[in-house]
């Protein structure tokens, strides 16, 4: 009888070891996330979703996995891909699941912290919110919260991960949707040779054309691509020919408000030069094509941005052709190697 | 050895007396007494019973079908009659009301565990989703993201909840069966079309732990399109109703006019 009690303490005591294993608890390792000094305030409220290291990587994780999809194979990291500061490479308008076409050009994932609203017309006010969007367009991943959620309870790689990133462990959608937050959060570019030139570091100067650029750019273009982020974040019609087959009519569609079509959010012009092609669109493949198009190619669309009313009553940002070869210098003083490069977003490190 | 029993026998006379005091004045000590409450939602149209497929008619000759019928409901709290409020707790406090889950009497019951013990006067709820909770994000959701997606209570085109989901036909006297879907939410921090009600209950409801209100809450649809100040005509604009400002104003403003508390049962 006394060996039978033995044996079973033994077992108690072994399976005890076996589930606190060092890999499926809970041990938050905080990571402070610093605000960089030329950057302002951060929107995101960090008290609601610490960032933790194993919260991250399980964000990372979601970020890269197919499952997420409809067909299992369309992850967010598709359209996001780091080399083009997490833009779909090349592509006018996006593909997802069983080859629909989207109607509007991937957006860099960068300084997501920073922003009140997302999307090109501002359809979600939360990051965490936000990837609900792709997830069950059917235009993009397909897919429902709720099937998604099934295919991450019943794989164990998951079913570890969550358990180490989230007090409770839960895998439901509160929780997968605070990992993506805390992996974009993270996606910060802030150091580009512009950055380190306006925060003085490493003795880094601009040319003389890429002053010029600057200088240019601050007279003609900062009263909507504001602040270090370069944007204001306000949503604006630049007088483009309205595209009869998409016939996309912006900020239109959130607030069916008439004063709001085809106003499309005021994009960063951070890693510019890797995130081609332009517009909400894409249908400039060449930063060439976007000042000539601010030059001599807007149309009264009949919302144009007032702004943009030059004194002969035209549309249009006169740039003299030095003018347009300096400003694209200085934009590509914004391409941020380290983050293009930074091995904690790659898929494969 | 005196001096302690003096002590305790004042102290229990004091017990007893405070004791005999709280019984004169009929109050009954709570501190500490949860019970459970139920919500009963009964949704009707004017003096009939709500039922699907069924033809109502408004007041300026358009009648309507309904096939889908929903309504968010959210910060669920209760105030006392010495004027305390117990609010449900925060993480747990939205609820989906769907027809199609009534019971054979067309009731969805909505039962609130760990209520205070307390005899409760008032109801208050709010229609939707507040800008409060909306700033959450994803925080304190739990997996009522994933139900409000499955009951198609979000939109996919943009991260919102959707507060009401009507969807049928409307005929009139020149048009015949069409479409008639009513998606209203707020829309970011744009356009907030959260309200809130309160509805004083005709007897208490005695919460106690071996006692379970049911507060019977009927809704009446037809207000929705014909509220006492303002009645809406499909044909102009009501048909559709998802982000507009006006008429999603008007909807979520007459959504707040369709309840009131017919009884309460104290078991």
């Known amino acids: 009888m006394n060996k039978l009690i033995i044996l079973c303490i033994a077992i108690t005591i072994w399976s005890c070891s076996k589930n606190t294993d060092f890999d499926e608890i809970y041990q938050p390792i905080p990571v402070t996330v610093e605000v960089p000094a030329n950057f302002p305030e951060m929107t995101y409220n960090l008290d609601n979703n610490p960032v933790t290291e194993d919260g991250i990587a399980l964000g990372k994780k979601l970020f890269f996995d197919g499952r997420l999809s409809a067909n299992n194979s369309i992850p967010c990291a598709f359209c996001h891909e780091q080399a083009f500061a997490f833009t779909h490479h090349g592509h006018t308008v996006s593909h997802g699941v069983d080859g629909n076409v989207g109607k509007r050009n991937a957006q860099p994932i960068q300084n997501m912290a920073f922003q009140r609203e997302f999307m090109w017309d501002g359809a979600s006010s939360h990051l965490d919110l936000q990837p609900i969007i792709p997830i069950t367009s059917d235009l993009e991943m397909g897919e429902t919260l709720s099937n998604v959620i099934q295919k991450l309870q019943t794989d164990n790689e998951y079913k570890k991960l969550f358990r180490r990133a989230f007090e409770d462990g839960n895998i439901n959608s509160e929780n997968m949707l605070k990992a993506l937050s805390q992996f974009m959060i993270v996606m910060i570019s802030s150091n580009s040779k512009y950055d380190k030139y306006v925060r003085q570091e490493d003795n880094v100067t601009l040319t003389a054309i890429e002053q010029d650029g600057l200088n240019t750019f601050t007279a003609k273009c900062t009263s909507c691509h504001a602040t270090d982020l370069f944007t204001d974040e306000s949503y604006r019609n630049n007088g483009l020919p309205v595209n009869p087959q998409l016939n996309d009519l912006g900020r239109f569609d959130i607030l069916e408000n008439p004063d709001d079509l085809y106003k499309f959010k005021v994009p960063s012009l951070r890693n510019i030069e890797v995130t081609y092609p332009y517009m909400h669109d894409g249908r400039f493949s060449t930063l060439e094509a976007v000042l000539n198009f601010y030059n001599q190619g807007m149309v009264d669309n009949g919302n144009v941005d007032p702004s943009l009313l030059r004194t002969d009553g035209s549309y249009g940002i006169s740039l003299t052709a030095y003018e347009k070869t300096s400003i694209i210098a200085f934009l590509k003083t914004l391409t941020d190697y380290e983050f293009l490069n930074d091995e904690r977003f790659a898929e494969y490190e | 050895m005196k001096f302690i029993k003096l002590t305790f026998a004042i102290m229990l006379s004091l017990t007893i007396l405070s004791c005999t005091s709280d019984d004169d004045s009929n109050t009954e000590d709570l501190t500490g007494q ?234």
Do not use: C
């Open chain 2, 34 to 267: 949860t019970g459970n409450l139920v919500l009963k939602f009964d949704n009707g149209v004017g003096d009939q019973d709500f039922i699907f497929g069924t033809t109502y008619n408004k007041s300026n000759g358009e009648s309507y079908s309904l096939t889908t019928l929903k309504y968010l409901i959210s910060n669920v709290r209760f105030t006392d009659e010495n004027g305390n409020e117990f609010m449900f707790p925060h993480d747990d406090n939205v609820f989906i009301i769907d027809e199609a889950t009534a019971n054979n009497a067309g009731e969805i019951w909505l039962t609130l565990n760990n209520v205070d013990a307390a005899n409760y006067t008032s109801v208050t709820f709010g229609i939707g989703i507040d800008q409060e909770r909306y700033a959450l994000g994803a925080e304190g959701q739990g997996d009522f993201l994933t139900e409000a997606a499955d009951a198609g209570m979000m939109w996919s085109w943009a991260t919102g909840f959707r507060f009401t989901r009507f969807d049928g036909t409307y005929s009139s006297a020149t048009i015949t069966d069409e479409a008639l879907n009513i998606h209203m939410g707020s829309v970011g921090t744009s356009l907030d079309n959260y309200r809130e009600v309160t509805l004083s209950l005709p007897n208490n409801a005695r919460v106690r732990q071996t006692t379970t209100p049911e507060v019977h809450i009927k809704a009446d649809i037809a207000k929705v399109f014909d509220s006492d100040t303002t009645s809406i005509n499909f044909a102009d604009g009501y048909s559709q109703v998802h982000t507009n400002t006006e008429t999603t104003t008007v909807i979520a403003n007459n959504m707040s006019t369709i309840f009131t508390v017919h009884h309460v049962h104290n078991e």
